[in-house]
């Protein structure tokens, strides 16, 4: 399997619904072709670098995904059909790559943040000096010359 990363701009006119409709289209293609969608993220509506058809603005979202090459060619001609997509980018990012490994690493990634968390969390009660009462200022009558 390969790692891909595709970028597309929506029309950003579109209904919450309609936007909703084609997410869930977009993400049955990737899996109807034997791929499978890691991350799916709209980045929001931000303005266009140039006018694409008379539009300023557009709906950004980002998708990786893994999967086949046909993959990309079912998804890329489904997306080129859809008038509701402006414009699309797909960047190959790794050539081989295991979606089990990935799920592991980020349980793993997920497991130590979590870990980092609750110990900074101990450890900033537990540094506070002793000069520095709970709100974070300075007892009256410990003063630094």
Do not use: H
């Not at 993220?41 to 893994?66: D, F, N, S």
């Not at 079912?74 to 089990?100: A, C």
């Not at 943040?113 to 969390?121: C, D, K, P, Y």
């Not at 540094?127 to 630094?144: A, H, L, R, S, Y």
């Amino acid at each position: 399997m390969r790692k891909y990363e595709t970028f597309f701009i929506v029309d950003p006119e579109l209904p919450e619904e309609a936007n909703s409709v084609l997410d869930a289209k977009i993400q049955s293609i990737v899996a109807s072709n034997g791929g499978e969608v890691l991350t799916y993220v709209p980045w929001g509506k931000r303005k266009l670098a140039y006018a694409i058809g008379k539009r300023t603005r557009g709906l950004y979202v980002l998708m990786e995904y893994c999967g086949g090459p046909q993959l990309v060619a079912e998804l890329e001609r489904n997306l080129r059909i859809d008038e509701r997509i402006l414009k699309f980018i797909t960047v190959l990012l790794e050539e081989r790559f295991d979606p089990e490994k990935e799920r592991e690493r980020k349980a793993a990634q997920a497991a130590a943040f979590s870990e980092e968390e609750e110990s900074s969390e101990k450890s900033s009660a537990e540094e506070m000096p002793e000069d520095v009462d709970e709100e974070g200022f300075e007892e009256e009558g410990k003063e630094e010359e």
